[in-house]
C-alpha cells in the first residue's frame, strides 16, 4: 500500500519538477514565461501523436520537446525582441497552446496510447522496498533527477550559469559588460520550453497513456507556483514538487479507503495548497525579496 | 583665458589613442560630429562638457558599446576596430561607470569575474582581488554581496575590476558623484599612482574644481563638436565652465542683505522609520526645524536615506503623527494629498516615473500633483481639461520648459526641460512649504541655474525650502543652513557661513551618526 | 540586413488606431494557412468563419448572444489591466457569480415576484465580487501574485459548481441528471427588441459606456491609468495601489459575477455542470483587443463571439474541427500584442548586426 501510494506521488511530482526546473532556469535570466501550460499541453499532444503515428515512445518524446521549444521560440520573439508585456503574452501562449492542442488532438482522443517503459536498474532494482520504488522507473523520472543536479550545478557552479544570472539580476550592467541580454534569454525561455514540452510527453506518455482534451490541468500553473515557492533555488523545487505530487494523488487514494469527502473537495486541494504555499511564501517578504531576479518580468531595449 | 588652436596636434611617440574624426548619429541628432581627440600614455585627460554635449557616446564608442557611423580610432598607431566591449578589454581598455555596471544580487568576485574574459578559478580570482585592492589602497573583501555595501565600496569594485585587467586606459564616468570629498581623495591618489606607472586615465566630471587639480589635459566637447583643449591648470573652474556652456554662467543671486527667518513652517521631531526593504536604509531619530525664509540643505553621498527621508516628509511612508508638522500641525500620519493641501509641494528626485509618468502628457501630469489643492482642476469627480492646459501653459512659459509641440507626453522630454516641468509645476503653486531631492541632477547649467535661482527666490517670499542633494557645489550656493545624512543619521543643521567642504565630508563618513547617537 | 526596433519619442495616434486591425488581418491570414493545411479551400472557409455569420438573423442573434457576457467581463477586466492588477481568474468569477445569482431560483423556487430578477443580478455581482476579492486581499495584504491565485480560485469554482449540480443543488425532478432545476418565468431575463437580444445586451452596453466615461474624465479613471502605467508616480499622486487592487478586482469580479447570472438566468435558464465555453478567457483577449477601451471592447466582444459562431459555421458547413476557434482566438491576442509593439516602437532596417547593438539619444 505504501509503496503504491509513493509510487503514485512520484509520477504526480515528475511533471511539476521538470516543467518549475525549466520555468525557473527561465525566470533565472528575468524572463517570465507564464505559458508553461500551453507549452506542456503542445508536448503532451505532440508527443502522443508522434508516439502514436511512428511506434516509438522515444521519438514522442524528441518531438514533445520540440513542440515546447517552438512555442517557446514564439514567446521569445515576441518579449524579446518585440519586447511585449511579458505576462500578457504568456497568458497568450498559454490560450494559444489549449487551443492547438485541442485541435490537433482531436483525432487521438480515445485512442490507446503507448506508455514508456520502465527500466530497471540492475542489482538497485532489486533492493527490498527502495528498489521498486525508485529503481523501476521510466527514463523521464530518471530524467528528471539529473535535469535538477544539472540545473543547480550549472547556475552555481558555471560560467554559463553566472552570466545567466547575472543578466537577470541587472540587465543593463550585463549589457555594458557586452553580454548579450537577448540571447541568453531566448536560450533560458527555450531551455524552459524543452522542459515543459518533455513535462507534457510525461503526462501523455507515463502518467496516463492516451490524449485528454485539457490535460494539463492546471499543471503548468502550478509549476509557476513552485518557482516562487522554491525561492527560486533549483533544489527546493524538488521538495515542492515532491509536496505537490503527494497533495494532487491524495483523491486517489482517499477514495480507495472509502472516506467520505466529496471528491470535488479532494480534487481542488491541489489548487487550495497553491494558493495557501504563495501567501505563505508571500508573507516572507525578506526571503523573497532576495531571492527573486531583480529583472524578472522587465522589458530590456538596449539603451534608449 | 588664451584664444589658442582650437584642437592641438598633440600626436606622438607618447600616444597611446587617437580618435580621428569620429562622428554618430542617432536619428535627427548628431551626438558626435567629427571629433578628434589624442589621449597620452600617463596622462590624466579630462572630458568636460554639458549634459547631451556627446560624451557618453564618445566613451562609448571607445568602450566598443557603440559602433561609430564615421571616422577611426587609432591604438597605439594602430587603426582598431572595437566591435564590444570585450574587444576594448583586450585593448586594455577599461571603464568605471557612473551608474554602476554591479550586479547586487552577486558577491564581489562574482561581479569581478564577469568582466575578464578568463577568469579562472573563483578562489584564485578572490586571493588577486585581494591583493591588488589592498595595494592600491581600495581594500575590497571578494565574498560580500553587493548589495550589502555602500556606493563607495561599490565604485571601489568596479575600480579593482579595471586594475585586474591591466588597463592602459580607464575611463572613468563621473567617478566622484559618489564619493565623500575624503574619498575622493583617496581615489586621487589612486590615479596618480596609475598615471606614475604609464596608465592613461580618460576623466569625466562636472567638477572643475577637482579637473583643475588633477588632470593634465582636458578637452571640451559642446553640441558634439570639440570646441577647444587646455591645460586646465592654467585655467581657473569659471573660465572651465564658460568653455562647456558658451558663454558666461551667471552666479545664483542669494540676494544682497541676509534675510530675516521666520517661524517654523516645516518641522521633524525625532523622526524615525524601519527599512521597508532588505534594500533601503532605516531613519534615526531625525529632527530639523525648517524656518519661514530659508534654505536648508541636506548633504550626504547616495544610498544614506536620501529618499527613504524625503518618503517620510512627503507622505508617501506613514509615520507616527508627531514626527512631521507642517506650520505646527501634526501631519506624521496624514496622505501626502493631506500635506499638499496644508500648502506643502514636493519634488522627487525621479523624474520620470515618479514625479511625473513618461507616457502621460504634460497637462495630464499636473493633474499628479494638484488634483486636491485649489487649482479647481476636479469639478464634481470630473477632470477640467481646460484649467489643466491653462496651467499647462502657465508653466512651460514662466519656467522656459521646451517642447517640440503642446502638450507632449512628458517621456519625450529632455532631462533639463522635464526638470524645468516638475519643479515648475510645484513652484508654481508658491508653495509655503517646499522639499526637493536633487533638484538639478543631470541638468545642464543654464537650466540648473534657473531653478536654483527659483528655489531662493522662493524661500526670501517667506517659503521654507529643503533641498536634499549630493551636489556640494548646489549647496553651497543656496543653502543658508547646512545638515548632513549618514546612514540614516542627520546632523545638526549649521549655517552654511560657517561650513567647510571638510567638515561636511566628515559628517558624510560618519560624523552625522555619531553626532546623532550623542544626541 | 537587421530589422531594429526605434523607441519612438511618444506614441504613435496612428499606430494606437491601426495595430488591432492589423492584427486581425493577419490573424485572417494565419487562419486562411492553417485551412488550407488542412485541406480547405482558405477563401470559403474566411468567409463562412468571419463573414456569412453576420448576413442571418439567427447567426447574428447568437453573435451578439455571446459578444455581451464578453463585453461585460472584459470591461472589468480593462480596469484590473490599466491598473495593473493582472486578474486571469474572470472564468472563476462568472461561476460564482452565476451560482450566487441562481441561489433564489433553486433553493427558494416559490419567491416569485418583481423583486426576484433585481435580487438574483445584484447576488451574482455580489459573489463575483467576493470571487475576486480572494486574490485581490492576498495581493494587497500580503503581496502574494495575484495571477496565480486567481487562475487556481477557477478551478475550484468550477469543482463548486460541478458539487453543487450533482449534489444538493441537484434538481429533485430531473432524472439524476446532474442540472439543477429549471428556472421560474420570473427568474428568466426576458427578451427585448422583439427578441433580437436579452436584456442583458442594454444592461451591459450602458455600463460599458458609464465605464468609458469614468475611464475617461473622472480622477477615479485617471488615477487607474497613473497606477498601471507607473506605480511610484501614482503613490506620489496621493493614490493607493492597495485600494485600487481591491477597487478593480472587486469592480472586475462584480461584472464577471453578473454576467454569469445573465448566462444562466438568461440563456441556459439553470445550472450546469459547465455553464462557460471559456468566456473569462476569452475576455481576456478581448480586453486587449479593444485596447482595454470600453467601446474598443465592445467592438473585439463581437469580434470574438464571431469566431465561435464562426467555428459552429466552418464545422457544420466544412467539416473543419471547431477547435479551430479556439486557435483563431489565441493567435489574435498574438497578433494584438506583437503589433501593440508598433504604438512605441518603429522598425528600422540596418546594415550590419553589429550596428544594431544599441541605440542611444544623448
Request: proline residues 4%; charged residues 15%; aromatic residues 8%.
Amino acid at each position: 500500500m505504501f509503496e503504491a501510494v509513493l509510487l503514485t506521488v512520484i509520477t504526480a511530482a515528475t511533471p511539476l519538477l521538470i516543467a518549475a526546473t525549466g520555468e525557473l532556469v527561465s525566470e533565472r535570466s528575468g524572463v517570465l514565461n507564464l505559458g508553461v501550460e500551453g507549452m506542456m499541453i503542445m508536448g503532451a499532444v505532440v508527443g502522443f501523436a508522434v508516439a502514436n503515428q511512428t511506434g516509438s515512445g522515444a521519438l514522442g518524446v524528441i518531438a514533445a520537446i520540440a513542440a515546447g521549444m517552438a512555442m517557446s521560440a514564439l514567446f521569445g520573439f515576441l518579449v524579446l525582441v518585440l519586447v511585449t508585456n511579458q505576462v500578457a503574452t504568456g497568458l497568450a501562449l498559454t490560450i494559444l497552446g489549449i487551443g492547438f492542442s485541442g485541435l490537433i488532438g482531436e483525432a487521438y482522443i480515445g485512442v490507446p496510447g503507448l506508455k514508456l517503459p520502465e527500466l530497471f536498474i540492475p542489482v538497485l532494482s532489486d533492493l527490498p522496498f527502495v528498489g521498486p520504488v525508485l529503481f523501476r522507473q521510466d527514463a523521464i523520472v530518471y530524467l528528471s533527477f539529473a535535469l535538477v543536479a544539472v540545473v543547480a550545478y550549472g547556475l552555481f557552479r558555471t560560467r554559463l550559469g553566472l552570466v545567466l544570472r547575472a543578466v537577470g539580476d541587472n540587465h543593463g550592467s550585463a549589457h555594458a559588460l557586452g553580454y548579450s541580454v537577448i540571447r541568453v534569454r531566448f536560450a533560458a525561455v527555450l531551455f524552459g520550453g524543452a522542459c515543459s514540452g518533455l513535462a507534457g510527453a510525461y503526462l501523455s506518455l507515463a502518467y496516463t497513456p492516451q490524449w485528454v482534451e485539457n490535460m494539463t490541468a492546471g499543471r503548468g500553473w502550478i509549476a509557476l507556483a513552485l518557482v516562487v515557492f522554491s525561492s527560486w533555488l533549483p533544489l527546493r523545487v524538488v521538495v515542492g514538487a515532491y509536496l505537490f505530487g503527494a497533495v494532487s494523488v491524495l483523491n486517489l487514494h482517499a477514495q480507495a479507503v472509502e472516506i467520505d469527502i466529496p471528491s470535488q473537495l479532494l480534487s481542488s486541494l491541489p489548487y487550495l495548497a497553491t494558493i495557501l504555499v504563495l501567501v505563505l511564501i508571500s508573507a516572507n517578504r525578506r526571503l523573497t525579496l532576495v531571492n527573486t531576479p531583480a529583472c524578472l518580468g522587465k522589458p530590456f531595449v538596449p539603451d534608449r | 583665458m588664451d584664444d589658442g588652436t582650437v584642437r592641438q596636434d598633440r600626436s606622438g611617440t607618447d600616444t597611446l589613442l587617437d580618435a580621428r574624426g569620429l562622428t554618430k548619429r542617432f536619428g535627427d541628432i548628431l551626438a558626435n560630429d567629427r571629433i578628434d581627440l589624442v589621449i597620452n600614455k600617463g596622462e590624466i585627460h579630462a572630458l568636460l562638457g554639458e549634459n547631451g554635449a556627446g560624451k557618453s557616446t564618445l566613451v562609448k564608442m571607445f568602450y566598443g558599446s557603440l559602433e561609430p557611423d564615421a571616422g577611426e580610432i587609432l591604438w597605439q598607431g594602430r587603426a582598431v576596430g572595437i566591435d564590444n566591449p570585450a574587444a576594448a578589454r583586450d585593448l586594455g581598455i577599461g571603464m568605471v561607470f557612473q551608474h554602476f555596471s554591479l550586479f547586487e544580487a552577486l558577491t564581489v568576485v562574482e561581479n569581478i569575474a564577469l568582466a575578464l574574459p578568463r577568469p579562472g578559478r573563483m578562489a584564485d580570482l578572490a586571493n588577486r582581488i585581494e591583493t591588488v585592492s589592498r595595494d592600491y589602497g581600495l581594500p575590497l573583501n571578494p565574498a560580500d554581496i553587493v548589495a550589502d555595501l555602500p556606493v563607495g565600496i561599490r565604485q571601489r569594485i568596479e575600480i579593482v575590476r579595471c586594475l585586474l585587467q591591466e588597463p592602459q586606459l580607464i575611463i572613468m564616468d563621473e567617478p566622484t558623484s559618489v564619493l565623500t570629498p575624503q574619498e575622493a581623495d583617496q581615489l586621487f591618489l589612486t590615479l596618480g599612482r596609475l598615471a606614475s606607472e604609464g596608465c592613461a586615465v580618460l576623466y569625466i566630471s562636472h567638477r572643475l574644481e577637482e579637473v583643475k587639480r588633477i588632470c593634465h589635459h582636458a578637452t571640451i566637447l559642446r553640441h558634439g563638436q570639440v570646441v577647444r583643449e587646455c591645460d586646465p591648470t592654467l585655467e581657473t573652474p569659471a573660465s572651465l565652465a564658460s568653455m562647456m556652456v558658451g558663454a558666461d554662467v551667471a552666479p545664483v543671486n542669494a540676494g544682497a542683505q541676509k534675510p530675516e527667518f521666520g517661524a517654523a513652517r516645516l518641522s521633524l521631531q525625532n523622526l524615525s522609520a524601519r527599512a521597508a526593504t532588505p534594500f533601503a536604509t532605516a531613519l534615526n531619530d531625525i529632527s530639523l526645524d525648517l524656518r519661514a525664509g530659508e534654505v536648508v540643505a541636506i548633504a550626504g553621498v547616495a544610498g544614506n536615506g536620501q529618499g527613504e527621508l524625503f518618503d517620510a516628509i512627503s507622505g508617501e511612508v506613514p509615520l507616527a503623527p508627531d514626527m512631521v508638522r507642517i506650520d505646527g500641525k501634526l501631519c506624521g500620519n496624514k496622505s501626502i494629498t493631506w500635506r499638499r493641501q496644508q500648502d506643502a509641494a514636493f519634488v522627487p528626485e525621479e523624474r520620470l516615473g515618479h514625479g511625473a509618468v513618461p507616457g502621460m502628457k504634460l497637462s495630464r501630469n499636473i493633474v499628479l500633483t494638484r488634483h486636491s489643492t485649489a487649482d479647481g482642476l476636479i469639478t464634481g469627480g470630473l477632470v477640467s481639461t481646460a484649467r489643466a492646459s491653462a496651467l499647462e501653459k502657465r508653466i512651460k512659459k514662466n519656467f522656459d520648459v521646451r517642447m517640440s509641440h503642446d502638450d507632449p507626453e512628458a517621456r519625450s522630454l529632455s532631462g533639463g526641460n522635464l526638470q524645468k516641468f516638475v519643479v515648475g509645476r510645484e513652484l508654481d503653486r508658491k508653495p509655503g512649504v517646499l522639499v526637493v531631492n536633487q533638484p538639478t541632477w543631470g541638468v545642464d547649467a543654464g537650466a540648473a541655474a534657473l531653478i536654483r535661482q527659483a528655489l531662493i527666490d522662493l524661500a526670501r517670499s517667506g517659503s521654507a525650502v529643503l533641498v536634499i542633494s549630493q551636489d556640494l557645489d548646489e549647496i553651497f550656493e543656496i543653502a543658508d543652513r547646512i545638515a548632513v545624512i549618514s546612514r540614516g543619521y542627520l546632523s545638526v543643521a549649521e549655517p552654511a557661513a560657517g561650513m567647510t567642504r571638510e567638515r561636511v565630508g566628515l559628517l558624510m563618513a560618519g560624523g552625522a551618526e555619531t553626532q546623532g547617537e550623542v544626541a | 540586413m537587421r530589422i531594429e526596433l526605434v523607441k519612438r519619442k511618444e506614441r504613435s495616434q496612428l499606430m494606437l488606431l491601426l495595430s488591432p486591425l492589423i492584427a486581425i488581418a493577419l490573424t485572417a491570414l494565419a487562419a486562411g494557412l492553417i485551412f488550407s493545411i488542412s485541406g480547405h479551400n482558405p477563401l470559403i472557409a474566411l468567409y463562412k468563419f468571419f463573414i456569412e455569420p453576420l448576413t442571418q438573423q439567427w447567426s447574428l442573434e447568437a453573435t451578439i448572444d455571446k459578444a455581451t457576457p464578453l463585453v461585460l467581463i472584459g470591461c472589468g477586466l480593462a480596469v484590473c489591466y490599466l491598473s495593473n492588477n493582472w486578474n486571469i481568474g474572470a472564468e472563476g468569477q462568472f461561476v460564482v457569480g452565476a451560482v450566487f445569482g441562481s441561489a433564489l431560483p433553486v433553493l427558494f423556487p416559490e419567491f416569485e415576484t418583481a423583486a426576484t430578477l433585481p435580487l438574483m443580478l445584484l447576488f451574482g455581482a455580489i459573489g463575483g465580487a467576493l470571487w475576486a476579492l480572494i486574490p485581490a486581499v492576498l495581493k494587497a495584504r500580503f503581496n502574494t501574485n495575484e495571477i496565480l491565485t486567481s487562475l487556481m480560485l477557477v478551478y475550484v469554482a468550477s469543482l463548486i459548481l460541478d458539487y453543487l449540480v450533482r449534489g444538493p443543488w441537484r434538481d429533485p425532478g430531473g432524472y439524476n441528471f446532474p442540472e439543477s432545476r429549471i428556472f421560474s418565468d420570473s427568474a428568466t431575463l426576458p427578451e427585448v427588441f422583439g427578441g433580437l437580444m436579452s436584456l442583458s445586451t442594454p444592461i451591459t452596453l450602458v455600463i460599458a459606456v458609464i465605464l468609458a466615461l469614468v475611464l475617461a474624465k473622472t480622477l477615479k479613471g485617471f488615477e487607474i491609468r497613473v497606477m498601471g502605467e507607473s506605480p511610484r508616480a501614482g503613490s506620489f499622486s496621493g493614490f493607493s495601489a492597495r485600494g485600487l487592487t481591491l477597487f478593480s478586482f472587486v469592480l472586475a469580479g462584480a461584472l464577471a459575477g453578473l454576467a454569469g447570472t445573465m448566462e444562466v438566468s438568461g440563456g441556459l435558464n439553470q445550472l450546469l455542470p459547465v455553464i462557460s465555453p471559456g468566456y473569462g478567457f476569452t475576455a481576456i483577449i478581448v480586453a486587449f483587443l479593444g485596447r482595454l477601451n470600453p467601446f474598443g471592447i465592445i467592438v473585439a466582444g463581437f469580434v470574438l463571439a464571431l469566431s465561435y459562431i464562426g467555428g459552429e459555421a466552418v464545422q457544420s458547413a466544412m467539416g473543419v474541427s471547431n477547435k479551430i476557434a479556439s486557435v483563431i482566438q489565441g493567435l489574435l491576442l498574438f497578433f494584438v500584442l506583437a503589433c501593440d509593439t508598433l504604438i512605441l516602437y518603429r522598425f528600422r532596417l540596418t546594415r550590419r548586426w553589429s550596428a544594431a547593438r544599441e541605440t542611444t539619444h544623448v
